[in-house]
């Protein structure tokens, strides 16, 4: 009677979603501070005073709640168009800027934009588990692709995946789930490989890169993807760096540099269009504009990242040190990570089999929680560990 894939969809529902659930009626049942709930990216760091100050001073101008054109309010494009040129040298056109519901929506309409009926978009493992449904819903094909010990690209593994058929490169970095940042000469050299497959097909091969992570970095701050590139789309979201992820707001960013970049553009609006995805929220519209460049307290995040990491790998758990994000991938105990989190559920510790994000036998914590949530989870995570080693 309805649509079965979109049945499908919802009555799956993501599994982080699903733990999230899990955790809001375990907080209920045996009290909040009782439950360590890694699942959900949902930032705990207070957006930065710019985001207050905009609010109050819009709240209740008629302009500032009502429709905007389809692409955001030209003064806002304006801004983002300005922000690009300044701060990463590319001559940036506010016509090539898109405003959008975040992230997820950049990711729709960018893919619907692009994709044809069985192009392949190739992704490094592991990845955000909504990129599969974003990529088949374009009538694309998602292909896994292997990453290095450490989660860096495998260039090698990228060319030997790239046929005809390929259509896009999608990246995300800082990464989630693994807090991977790619290095400036990873990215040169990836962007010289695209360069070169590029050269020899008749129709443009594209770079996306999925950025709502960029201003959480512990170290240097990525390279801006379209110095690498010329056919290059930036999908950004105000979500973690501002602490606006129930707000909905982010950009897709054409790159001046990219082939057909109009027509590209036209089919973004188009796409968004399509998908009902017209007219961002207008107020945090704004709101972004005015933040160019201000970000939340990224130190919570390595305060509870140090402390994650010291205490997780000092028992015993096998993981990587997170370059940004704030996540930490962590090796299972046993093979099925899905088992693994069933019994870290014992001990109240909600973690996110890594299944979901292409890959086997890991788990992601998502630490942006309060400090004292993960201070008082290590001893559970302790018990979990000696639970194993007794078994
Ligand atoms: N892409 C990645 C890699 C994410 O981690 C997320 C959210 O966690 C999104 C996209 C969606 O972000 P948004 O809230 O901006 O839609």
Not at 136 to 158: E, K, M, W, Y
Not at 160 to 187: C, D, Q, R, W
Not at 361 to 383: D, H, L, Q, T
Request: charged share 20%; net charge negative; proline share 6%.
């Amino acid at each position: 009677m309805f649509n079965k894939t979109m049945q499908r969809l919802g009555e799956e529902r993501s599994v982080i979603r699903e733990i999230f659930e899990y955790a809001n009626k375990r907080k209920q049942e045996i009290g909040e501070k009782n439950v360590f709930d890694f699942s959900l990216g949902n930032p705990s760091a207070p957006p930065p005073p710019c985001v207050e100050e905009e609010i109050l001073r819009l709240a209740g101008v008629a302009a500032a709640h009502g429709y905007t054109s389809a692409p955001g309010a030209p003064e806002v494009r304006r801004a983002i168009a300005q922000y690009i040129r300044s701060e990463f040298g590319v001559p940036m056109s506010e016509d090539l800027v898109y405003m959008t519901c975040g992230a997820a929506a950049s990711l729709v309409i960018t893919l619907s934009a692009i994709l044809r009926e069985g192009d392949e978009v190739l992704v490094p493992v592991p990845f955000f588990p909504e990129y599969r449904v974003f990529v088949t819903q374009a009538a694309g094909t998602l292909v896994p692709v292997s990453t290095d010990a450490a989660f860096h690209l495998d260039l090698a593994a990228i060319e030997a995946a790239i046929t005809k058929k390929t259509k896009i490169v999608l990246l995300n970095s800082p990464n989630n789930p693994t807090g991977a940042v790619y290095e400036e000469e990873e990215m040169r050299a990836l962007g010289a490989l695209l360069a070169k497959k590029n050269a020899e097909r008749s129709e443009p091969l594209f770079l996306v890169v999925d950025e709502p992570y960029r201003e959480l970095c512990y170290g240097d701050p990525p390279v801006y993807p379209m110095a690498v590139y010329a056919n290059t789309v930036v999908l950004y979201s105000f979500s973690k760096s501002l602490s606006l992820a129930g707000e909905r707001i982010g950009y897709v960013a054409v790159s001046p540099h990219c082939a057909q970049a109009e027509s590209l553009f036209a089919a973004i609006c188009g796409a968004a269009r399509y998908h009902g995805y017209v007219c961002a929220p207008s107020l945090f519209q704004r709101v972004a504009a005015k933040c160019l460049g201000a970000s939340s307290d990224i130190e919570l995040y390595r305060t509870n990242r140090n402390l994650l990491y010291g205490a997780l790998s000092g028992m015993g758990y096998s993981c990587i040190v997170p370059e940004g994000a704030f996540y930490l991938f962590v090796r299972a105990l046993e093979k099925d990570a899905k088992r693994f989190c069933e019994r870290a559920k014992e001990h109240e510790l909600l973690l996110v089999p890594s299944d979901s994000f292409g890959v086997e036998g890991f788990v992601r914590i998502s630490y942006c929680v309060p400090r004292e949530v993960v201070e008082n989870s290590i001893a559970a995570f302790k018990k979990l560990f000696e639970a194993y080693r007794r078994t």
